[in-house]
């Protein structure tokens, strides 16, 4: 069974073609600028069974195409790594496209062994920088910048993504660091520039949160294009989502 917060079905942003998706419930990062910040406590919402998923991807075949197929995201599935592998295995058993969306801060057992049934992982790099990284997620990201690691020298397909929020991870410095960590990464696909939005904070003032963000203003088009410029030197292909 897995820990679900919610389903979304005909899915285009959670990798890639048409995707069926599940929001996993639980996190052990606590992003400043999350948009979904109802899936960060680790409670229990819905459990679903693997032949409930199976089933469900099952209906939804017909719209994948040769691209789509099942993302988990979150929360972070890797904290329900162990319950996802029969998930994981069951799908691949039936010639579906599996994806991770991870904030990569986990590399148990259980998930080395997911990722053996694991087609793509797309893994949300927060920032490269220490201390930045520590101000917006309340973590460390050397167990990140590990998992990426091991996704290249396992030669699991990944594409990083990037959330652009100013002042807080669009610093020059900071995003060359990101394009030299990747340049060498022969399993990276691209790199995806998230720009930031504010489309969650309706979220936290009904959790009764405070919103740590409200004065960061979006960004503009000369700031993405800046930042996707600087990436574009490291010989990967970037996007803007």
Known sequence: MINVHSVESLGTFDGPGIRLVFFLQGCNFRCLYCSNPDTIE???ARLI???EVLQMARNQQPFFGKKGGITVSGG???LQARE??????????????????????SISAFVKELLQYTDLVLLDVKQMDPKAHWKITGAHNRHTLKFAGYLNETSKPAWIRYVLVPGY??????????????????????IDILPYHKLGKHKYEALGWKYQLEQVAMNNAENIERAKKILMQYGKEVVVS
Request: aromatic residues 6%; glycine residues 8%.
């Open 42 to 44: 680790k409670k229990t």
């Open 84 to 105: 996802l592998i029969p998930v994981f295995r069951t799908l691949k058993a039936e010639g579906f496209n599996t994806c991770i969306d991870t904030n990569g801060a």
């Open 76 to 78: 972070e599935p890797l």
């Open 49 to 51: 069974s693997v032949d």
């Open 169 to 190: 991870t669009d610093q020059d410095e900071h995003l060359h660091q990101l394009g030299a960590f990747v340049q060498g990464m022969q399993n990276v696909e691209k």
